[in-house]
T-cell receptor
Framework: DAKTTQPTSMDCAEGRAANLPCNHSTISGNEYVYWYRQIHSQGPQYIIHGLKNNETNEMASLIITEDRKSSTLILPHATLRDTAVYYC???????????FGAGTTVTVRA | GAGVSQSPSNKVTEKGKDVELRCDPI?????LYWYRQSLGQGLEFLIYFQGNSAPDKSGLPSDRFSAERTGGSVSTLTIQRTQQEDSAVYLC????????????FGQGTRLTVV
């Protein structure tokens, strides 16, 4: 019962912005959208999360559509070190579990 | 410490033997998770500890798996009578509060059962 849908893979040019889409058409009003990434042979790393408003931090920006049925993670200037699997996760505020799907394998090319 | 620490980083064991995997969470973090990641697969939730509350063991795949968290800090995941299908990377994460807005993961323990 997947709550999110992401493309299996995508390529990005180094130095360009990487836009990672995520569909979550069944999201409930109080569920947050989280993004994590997992670089090869490492544990997952938190990137950003949001509820309704767009969010930005030192790593990325999160754009959530007005109907909240989809979102986009933006890496503003991709580097080779951003090559990783990116996971979009929908999570209720009182649910501590993180349900990781297959994610998007992002390859940044020089 | 600077982050979540797991040991050993790699463990090879014979089928049928018991193994213990250790997790040192970030100091002061009240929430601790264990996940498992089989080769080429996503992360599978195993167990969750939060403060002094009873742990959520709903993800443990069989009664051969158990975990404890002593003194609200270090956690040990024990697998008894290991099987080849237990081979995976076991990941531990901790979080600072009940809202668990950000989980910090360790590097994992790669378990190989031969």
């Amino acid at each position: 019962d997947a709550k999110t849908t992401q493309p299996t893979s995508m390529d990005c040019a180094e130095g360009r912005a990487a836009n990672l889409p995520c569909n979550h058409s069944t999201i409930s009003g109080n569920e947050y959208v989280y993004w994590y990434r997992q670089i090869h042979s490492q544990g997952p790393q938190y990137i950003i999360h949001g509820l309704k408003n767009n969010e930005t931090n030192e790593m990325a920006s999160l754009i959530i559509t007005e109907d909240r049925k989809s979102s986009t993670l933006i890496l503003p200037h991709a580097t080779l070190r951003d090559t990783a699997v990116y996971y979009c996760i929908v999570r209720p505020p009182n649910d501590y579990k993180l349900s990781f799907g297959a994610g998007t394998t992002v390859t940044v090319r020089a | 410490g600077a982050g979540v620490s797991q040991s050993p980083s790699n463990k090879v064991t014979e089928k049928g033997k018991d193994v213990e995997l250790r997790c040192d969470p970030i100091s002061g973090h009240t929430a601790l998770y264990w996940y498992r990641q089989s080769l080429g697969q996503g992360l599978e939730f195993l167990i969750y500890f939060q403060g002094n509350s009873a742990p959520d063991k709903s993800g443990l795949p069989s009664d051969r798996f158990s975990a404890e968290r002593t003194g609200g800090s270090v956690s040990t995941l024990t697998i008894q009578r290991t099987q080849q299908e237990d081979s995976a990377v076991y990941l531990c994460a901790s979080s600072s509060d009940r809202r668990n807005t950000e989980a910090f993961f360790g590097q994992g323990t790669r378990l190989t059962v031969v």
